[in-house]
């Protein structure tokens, strides 16, 4: 119920708690930073931000956007 | 295929520079061909269809199985969560998992094996005041599922969405979560689950050694993997009747239920092209796995592969 895509709902659905415990970047398998203001589990070493939509993360990283205006410096560590 | 809007045309490419990004090695590009049914298409192609047939036919997917396996679909998935035998505080990850239909009977199942236990306690309890046993229930209660957890992870929103709506329907909300990830590059830390399962779903993933090294790499040692699929039946009558069967009934069933006759001969031709049972063992033993055993169900239309890691 109350899923329709026109009306913004009042507060997006949190995330499981328990599923922090578990949930990493599936390219790069480091931990995840969880971002109340924007609903977003952040990988900050890639700069990256998977979306959570009703409750559920989007861990797809065509889904991800990146957290950065221009690419991480030449030489960034590779996990 | 030819309609594909343009942003996730970028999309692709943004998933491709953050792929380059961390070095990953996967290289999960469109590349080499692969089958989609009896079709012969690209790695890429292929995952697009196959997101295309899990959209298309979620809605109905429960209904559908009823329908092409008579009910006994729901036998299968019991006897798989039996052969499972959970105990309470397991975890589980439950992949391809869509509508829940193995993560609901998992709770299920814990939470009988947690009643019984509380009963037998209480048994043994038999010098206990009133005011003891009312507080022995009550912390009991917060406890149901004693600790136990299923995450369900699938590739297609739609799929999910169903499974959602489905828990809340049914009541079904402690220790459940939902997670899209695909079973190639889970998003899940090495060595945290009890068990993996996955339940009709290997067979529609591109890479299945990319998923059975995954599955082994977020397995606890110790930990078992469990799949349960569409499988070759040796018997040559019932084999043809099968086949009768699968190629005749099925895509009808299909166009007058779900309108998508596309979709089920997809399906039925996947099960052609899907390995058999000895060669899907030794794909899960090129994994990592030990012990890995399999076990047919219906002469070999179904079977339970089942592997540890020690």
């Known amino acids: 119920q109350g899923q329709g895509s026109g009306s913004a709902s009042a507060r997006p659905e949190p995330l499981e708690p328990s599923l922090l415990r578990f949930l990493v970047c599936p390219l790069s398998k480091r931990p995840l930073r969880y971002e109340e203001a924007t609903n977003e589990l952040i990988n900050e070493e890639l700069g990256i931000a998977y979306p959570i939509i009703d409750g559920i993360p989007n861990m797809i990283p065509e889904a991800a956007r990146t957290t950065r205006k221009k690419p991480p410096a030449e030489g960034s560590k590779q996990p | ?310």
């Open chain 2, 1 to 310: 295929a030819a309609g594909l809007c343009p942003c996730r045309a970028v999309l692709a490419r943004r998933g491709g520079a953050l792929r380059a990004l961390c070095g990953s090695r996967r290289g999960l590009a469109a590349g080499p061909e692969t089958h989609f049914g009896f079709q012969t298409v690209t790695e890429a192609e292929r995952r697009e269809k196959i997101y295309q047939v899990f959209e298309s036919v979620a809605k109905k997917y429960d209904v559908m199985n009823d329908s092409m396996t008579l009910g006994i679909h729901r036998v299968w998935k019991d006897i798989l969560v039996h052969k499972m035998n959970p105990s309470p505080g397991t975890l589980l990850l439950d992949v391809a998992g869509g509508t829940g239909d193995i993560a609901f009977r998992f709770i299920n199942y814990v939470r009988s094996v947690r009643e019984r236990q509380l009963q037998r306690k209480l048994r043994h309890h038999q010098n206990l005041s009133w005011q003891e046993i009312a507080e022995s229930y009550q912390e009991d209660k917060s406890k149901s599922l004693g600790d136990s957890q299923v995450v369900v992870c699938d590739i297609n929103k739609e799929m999910l969405k169903v499974g959602k709506q489905k828990a809340q329907h049914l009541g079904y909300s402690e220790g459940l979560s939902w997670v899209l990830g695909n079973a190639e590059e889970l998003p899940f830390d090495d060595d945290k689950f009890d068990v993996y399962t996955i339940a009709f779903g290997i067979r529609n993933v591109t890479r299945i050694d990319l998923a059975l090294d995954e599955a082994y790499r977020v397995l606890k040692p110790g930990g078992r993997f469990l799949c349960l699929e569409f499988s070759h039946v040796s018997n040559p009558l019932l084999s043809r009747l099968y086949d009768l069967y699968s190629f005749q009934v099925i895509p009808v069933l299909g166009e007058v239920i779900a309108g998508d006759w596309k979709s089920y001969q997809y399906l039925v031709e996947s099960i052609r092209r899907f390995p058999p049972q000895e060669e899907l063992k030794a794909m899960i033993e090129d994994a990592g796995f030990f012990k890995v055993d399999y076990q047919n169900l219906n002469s070999g239309i179904v079977a339970i592969h089942s592997g540890f890691k020690l």
